[in-house]
């Protein structure tokens, strides 16, 4: 005989049923909000994935453009340097023909018409062609700027260079592991190596010159003056100094005292500098001071000699001409680099003499003429040629910018030499 059920047992066992459903219903929700955050999760990783793919896609393809585009750069300096050649042949006399490597089923290549010939029209291609980016479709495209470095001043030029010391600019870049500024780390002569004895030194108007330089950039720089508290007079001797092939600084005192207690210990270079970037070593040089004078300084052509190129100069770089008669010489005033500027706009060029050329104008014209009374310093040739030239290539794929900078010698034959190239990051 069963017992019967004790009073209030059939509402428990509802209420149990009732808590049960509740903590499935909540374990239901748990679970379903854990695939939800899951498929998120793998959606997320997905388009996260896809846009570095396409990232790394469009980064190789701005690095491919923008390695086309020195090519073509090159092959724009070099048509440079064949007109120029091409019209130094013409003007001795020689034909085309009579060129080095020129037979006589060569094809002919001509620009246009352009006053000043050839030459002239090259030196648009190669001026102009930064103005004229190409876009190759809607998202790629690339621009190419080249500049003569003769438009800088070569600091090169103020200190004499050593006879052993004239073939540098040849042996630039050759080998691997070159750096930014194309020298090999293996042909970098050890401190035993350099010559300990007497060689170039700077001449006192080389000091007077880079002083005033110095002083002019520092000037020019941003911030007040307890922000530009340099020594103008005594950075130019530390550069001069540094560059020089002797073992004494013009102050009198030994050049290396200052680099031997650097951390690690370095000397002076002691030879033509093959990177503006070695300006940063110099006593006295900051970061700040060497970012503002690579406005204004090359060290191209290395070992060169020529001062600024004033046809082709920047504003803020025909500044630093200095001309005058001996013991009077300054930097030119505004004045003087206002006309020489509305020469160009003309579509003029300052020259030793008028010449052929429809274009010159006789330096002792310019302006008053104080530009012909005296000299110039350093010495240039005018009408200068562009020798050596910086390449600085952009390339844009999607979002990506790939920018590269390269620097090519058309002096060697059959030419043009590449010295250096490098990829430009940030503001560089």
Same mark, same amino acid.
């Given at each position: 005989?069963?017992?019967?059920? +004790?009073?209030?047992?059939?509402? =428990?066992?509802? +209420?149990?049923?009732?808590?049960?459903? !509740?903590?499935?219903?909540?374990?239901?929700?748990?679970?379903?909000?854990?695939?939800?955050?899951?498929?998120?999760?793998?959606?997320?990783?997905?388009?996260?994935?896809?846009?570095? /793919? /396409?990232?790394?896609?469009?980064?190789?393809?701005?690095?491919?453009?923008?390695?086309?585009?020195?090519?073509?750069?090159?092959?724009?300096?070099?048509?440079?340097?064949?007109?120029?050649?091409?019209?130094?042949?013409?003007?001795? %006399?020689?034909? *085309?023909?009579?060129? $080095?490597?020129?037979?006589?089923?060569?094809?002919?290549?001509?620009?246009?018409?352009?006053? %000043?010939?050839?030459?002239?029209?090259?030196?648009?291609?190669?001026? %102009?062609? !930064?103005?004229?980016?190409?876009?190759?479709?809607?998202?790629?495209?690339?621009?190419?700027?080249?500049?003569?470095?003769?438009?800088?001043?070569?600091?090169?030029?103020?200190?004499?260079?050593?006879?052993?010391? *004239?073939?540098?600019?040849?042996?630039?870049?050759?080998?691997?592991?070159?750096?930014?500024?194309?020298?090999?780390?293996?042909?970098? $002569?050890?401190?035993?190596?350099?010559?300990?004895?007497?060689?170039?030194?700077?001449?006192?108007?080389?000091?007077?010159?880079?002083?005033?330089?110095?002083?002019?950039?520092?000037?020019?720089?941003?911030?007040?003056?307890?922000?530009?508290?340099?020594?103008?007079?005594?950075?130019?001797?530390?550069?001069?100094?540094?560059?020089?092939?002797?073992?004494?600084?013009?102050?009198?005192?030994?050049? =290396?005292?200052?680099?031997?207690?650097?951390?690690?210990?370095?000397?002076?270079?002691?030879?033509?500098?093959?990177?503006?970037?070695?300006?940063?070593?110099?006593?006295?040089?900051?970061?700040?001071?060497?970012?503002?004078?690579?406005?204004?300084?090359?060290?191209?052509?290395?070992?060169?000699?020529?001062?600024?190129?004033?046809?082709?100069?920047?504003?803020?770089?025909?500044?630093?001409?200095?001309? !005058?008669?001996? %013991?009077?010489?300054?930097?030119?005033?505004?004045?003087?680099?206002?006309?020489?500027?509305?020469?160009?706009?003309?579509?003029?060029?300052?020259?030793?003499?008028?010449?052929?050329?429809?274009?010159?104008?006789?330096?002792?014209?310019?302006?008053?003429?104080?530009?012909?009374?005296?000299?110039?310093?350093?010495?240039?040739?005018?009408?200068?040629?562009?020798?050596?030239? +910086?390449?600085?290539?952009? /390339?844009?794929?999607?979002?990506?910018?790939?920018?590269?900078?390269?620097?090519?010698?058309?002096? $060697?034959?059959?030419?043009?030499?590449?010295?250096?190239?490098?990829?430009? +990051?940030?503001?560089?």
């Amino acid at each position: 005989m069963s017992r019967p059920l +004790r009073s209030g047992y059939l509402p =428990n066992v509802q +209420r149990t049923r009732r808590s049960e459903r !509740g903590i499935v219903l909540a374990i239901v929700l748990v679970m379903i909000f854990a695939l939800v955050t899951a498929v998120y999760a793998f959606q997320h990783r997905a388009i996260i994935d896809n846009t570095i /793919a /396409a990232n790394r896609l469009e980064s190789a393809e701005a690095d491919a453009l923008a390695k086309g585009g020195l090519r073509l750069a090159e092959v724009i300096v070099m048509i440079v340097r064949a007109k120029y050649v091409q019209g130094d042949a013409g003007s001795s %006399g020689l034909g *085309e023909q009579d060129l $080095p490597g020129k037979s006589n089923t060569t094809p002919e290549l001509s620009l246009g018409n352009v006053e %000043g010939g050839e030459a002239a029209a090259a030196d648009a291609l190669w001026q %102009g062609i !930064g103005g004229a980016p190409i876009d190759i479709d809607d998202e790629r495209r690339l621009r190419i700027d080249i500049e003569d470095e003769g438009a800088k001043l070569n600091l090169n030029a103020l200190v004499p260079a050593r006879p052993a010391e *004239e073939d540098l600019g040849g042996g630039v870049g050759r080998g691997n592991g070159s750096d930014s500024e194309g020298r090999d780390d293996d042909d970098e $002569p050890s401190l035993s190596d350099r010559d300990d004895g007497e060689g170039s030194s700077a001449s006192e108007e080389a000091v007077e010159y880079l002083t005033a330089v110095i002083e002019y950039v520092i000037d020019g720089m941003e911030g007040d003056a307890q922000d530009k508290r340099y020594d103008p007079a005594a950075i130019a001797e530390n550069i001069l100094d540094f560059m020089d092939g002797d073992q004494t600084s013009l102050g009198g005192r030994g050049e =290396n005292e200052y680099y031997r207690r650097q951390d690690p210990p370095y000397e002076a270079w002691n030879r033509p500098l093959l990177s503006v970037d070695q300006l940063g070593l110099v006593e006295d040089v900051d970061a700040r001071l060497l970012s503002e004078l690579r406005h204004y300084v090359t060290v191209h052509p290395i070992a060169g000699t020529s001062g600024i190129n004033i046809n082709r100069a920047a504003p803020w770089v025909l500044k630093l001409v200095y001309a !005058g008669t001996s %013991g009077n010489m300054r930097l030119i005033d505004d004045r003087l680099a206002e006309d020489l500027y509305k020469l160009r706009d003309k579509g003029k060029l300052v020259c030793d003499d008028a010449g052929g050329d429809l274009r010159c104008v006789p330096i002792g014209e310019v302006g008053n003429g104080d530009l012909g009374n005296g000299s110039v310093y350093p010495v240039a040739a005018l009408p200068a040629k562009p020798e050596v030239f +910086r390449v600085t290539v952009t /390339a844009t794929v999607g979002t990506i910018d790939r920018r590269f900078e390269a620097i090519y010698d058309t002096r $060697p034959n059959p030419g043009p030499q590449l010295l250096s190239w490098r990829r430009l +990051r940030g503001e560089d």
